[in-house]
């Protein structure tokens, strides 16, 4: 199958160093500390965050930091499958993991001690990307819900299809078995908090690859602080300020 046309173009017209599209909103959840709706095409993820609050089971208390912990899963109508998908298999138990590893590399949990921040995560539409989709929809709402982070963590993947490094890959280009890197970024202290693989790659083009999803993150964390901005304008105006 040819995955980019002699044009240039993908199967959904994009360009091969061309996002999808993203859109984001704060406040999802009334009840939550901080909550986001994340989107990236049809990737659709909503995140929650609760705390920090008392940590519920006292074995698990931390005297010099926070403790967080995440919960990810799929909505049953979210890829289209009618197999009902039990909850904390093992995909679920790895992206979870991933998150909160994600996550603790910017939340400053030593100023939060003898306390724990819980981070729920759904996937409410799946079309390719949902882990970095994940992680996007956590950050901003950790944001909304005031926890101090070191800085913005934001992921993209990229692949290599028909000898073309891809950015920011669909769920057609992601199951068609070539290469693809997922990248998470700490983008203002420029870390690397994720990197993941699934094939081998030659050495240069997996950089360049690489060099391609850490560009998509970038443009992620100017779109999420974007995003803020127009939110602290909007809660000035609600204030009179």
């Known amino acids: 199958m040819e995955y980019v046309s ?6 959904d017209g994009r360009r091969p160093m061309e996002m999808r599209q993203l859109r984001a909103e704060i406040g999802a959840v009334a009840k939550a500390d901080g909550s986001a709706v994340f989107e ?10 609760y705390g920090p609050r008392e940590v519920q089971n006292r074995s698990q208390q931390m005297n010099d930091q926070a403790l967080v912990r ?7 109508f979210s890829t289209g499958d009618r197999r009902r998908k039990p909850k904390g298999d093992r995909r679920s138990t790895e992206i979870s993991l991933v998150i909160r590893q994600s996550m603790e590399a910017c939340i400053l949990t030593h100023l939060m001690p003898r306390s724990q921040i ?12 949902t882990r970095s989709a994940c992680i996007n929809a956590a950050t901003l709402a950790l944001a909304d819900a005031g926890i101090p982070m070191r800085d913005l963590v934001t992921s993209c993947s990229a ?12 769920y057609v280009e992601d199951s068609a078995g070539g290469p693809d890197v997922t990248v998470g970024i700490l983008s203002k202290l420029d870390n690397v908090t994720l990197l993941q693989m699934d094939a081998k790659l030659p050495m240069d083009t997996f950089e360049n690859v690489m060099q391609l999803a850490i560009e998509g993150c970038k443009a992620v964390a100017n779109y999420i602080r974007e995003v ?13 300020v």
């Open 40 to 49: 990236m095409g049809n990737t659709k993820v909503i995140a929650a965050v």
């Open 118 to 129: 819980d981070i729920f995560v759904q996937v409410l539409q799946a079309d390719g990307g």
């Open 159 to 170: 692949g290599y299809l028909n000898t073309t490094p891809l950015l920011d890959l669909n």
């Open 6 to 11: 002699p044009e240039g173009l993908r199967l």
């Open 70 to 76: 995440c919960e990810y899963s799929m909505a049953n």
């Open 228 to 240: 803020l901005q127009e939110n602290t304008k909007q809660l000035e105006y609600r204030r009179g």
